[in-house]
Nanobody, 123 residues
Framework: QVHLVESGGGLVQAGDSLRLSCAASGTISRYAMGWFRQAPGKERDFVAGISQFSGSTRYADSVKGRFAISRDNVKNAVYLQMNSLKAEDTAVYYC?????????????????WGQGTQVTVSS
């Protein structure tokens, strides 16, 4: 059993940076970890993912070059560094644990979700 808790969201201006954190109770080293986001009235979309031992990462095209995912299996934590934020990045951001990195982009393959943290980018 894994319990995920996100933090670090907030209200920022376009061009600013934020760092989201996901703290896990339970061992996450067996899971690929990802970040998804959901804007009002829209589906929950994949943002970034990282393999079990950080060997591989994957990003949505909309955030490539601006966002960076990392993890610390000793601390049971996952991070999302978000730079050059845009208004369209506004959403609730969710941390997710996925059994296989090959399935990291699909919300249907997520075993565990966090409760989400709101990110609002004003233009």
């Amino acid at each position: 059993q894994v319990h995920l808790v996100e933090s670090g969201g907030g209200l920022v201006q376009a061009g600013d940076s934020l760092r989201l954190s996901c703290a896990a109770s339970g061992t996450i080293s067996r899971y690929a970890m990802g970040w998804f986001r959901q804007a009002p009235g829209k589906e929950r979309d994949f943002v970034a993912g990282i393999s079990q031992f950080s060997g591989s990462t994957r990003y949505a095209d909309s955030v490539k070059g601006r966002f960076a995912i990392s993890r610390d299996n000793v601390k049971n934590a996952v991070y999302l560094q978000m730079n050059s934020l845009k208004a369209e990045d506004t959403a609730v951001y969710y941390c997710a644990a996925v059994p296989r990195f090959t399935a990291i982009t699909s919300p249907l393959d997520v075993d565990y979700w966090g409760q989400g943290t709101q990110v609002t980018v004003s233009s």
